[in-house]
């Protein structure tokens, strides 16, 4: 399958901000296992995770932790 | 990075709560995946910090395609031992991601932290369309690039 007009919209696909005609088409690739896409997805995949970590970390009251473990563990 | 994405604290927490409780629904699922754990659950805890933005909006903002995919299903996740790659270089990667342009570092924090989509980030900074476009798809093969030799990976054609 020949991809590679999609090489620039795989980040931008996991951001949820590529046009709407381009996703889809991802989307679709996705769904058929296609190899190509799903093979950069991963790697732009990596660069989506480098920003998430690029951002500056929040200190979290320390009850959130017990006040989680008690409604996953109600599951 | 939720509470860089959502208005308070307080909503930042719930978030979290939600997106792991929805991780404890998917563990058996996950479990069977050779897919980064830690790769999915930060893209389901900004998906869900998204929803909430978007649900805030009048009218609520829609969904873009394919956000529903990325949570519900793994094939795109990259393996552990990537991740571990990329967080053994962590500090040279971060400064890489600081030596974008001051434009198009402004284009990336919109459309990360808030999932602007091309359109409302060239209103919002008032620019043609175009520029917003070739502004964040620049960042994003500026960062691919130095990603891959900082990694040492190339992508196969395949």
Request: hydrophobic share 45%; aromatic share 6%.
């Amino acid at each position: 399958m020949d991809c590679q007009h999609l090489d620039e919209s795989y980040e931008l696909f996991l951001l949820g901000t590529l046009p709407a005609r381009e996703a889809v088409e991802v989307s679709e690739h996705v769904e058929r296992g296609c190899s190509y896409c799903l093979e950069h997805l991963r790697e732009a995949a990596l660069t989506v995770y480098l920003l998430s970590q690029t951002v500056r970390p929040a200190r979290l009251d320390p009850k959130l932790k017990s006040q989680v473990l008690r409604q996953v563990g109600k599951k | 990075m939720l509470r860089q994405m959502l208005p308070d604290c307080a909503l930042a927490e719930e978030v979290l709560s939600e997106a792991f409780v929805k991780l404890g629904d998917n563990a058996q699922l996950l479990r069977q995946q050779d897919g980064s754990l830690a790769v999915w659950f930060v893209a389901l805890a900004r998906q869900l910090a998204l929803d909430r933005l978007r649900r805030a909006t009048d009218p609520p903002a829609p969904t873009p395609a394919g956000a529903d995919l990325l949570v519900e299903t793994f094939s795109w996740l990259p393996r552990p031992d990537a991740l571990l790659q990329l967080e053994e270089r962590m500090g040279l990667l971060k400064k890489v991601v600081n030596q974008l342009p001051k434009s198009q570092r402004k284009v990336v924090e919109m459309a990360f932290l808030e999932g602007c989509p091309e359109a409302e980030i060239a209103t919002r900074l008032g620019m043609p369309l175009a520029r917003a476009s070739t502004e964040l798809r620049a960042a994003m093969s500026f960062l691919r690039q130095r990603l891959r030799a900082v990694l040492g990976i190339w992508t196969a054609n395949i």
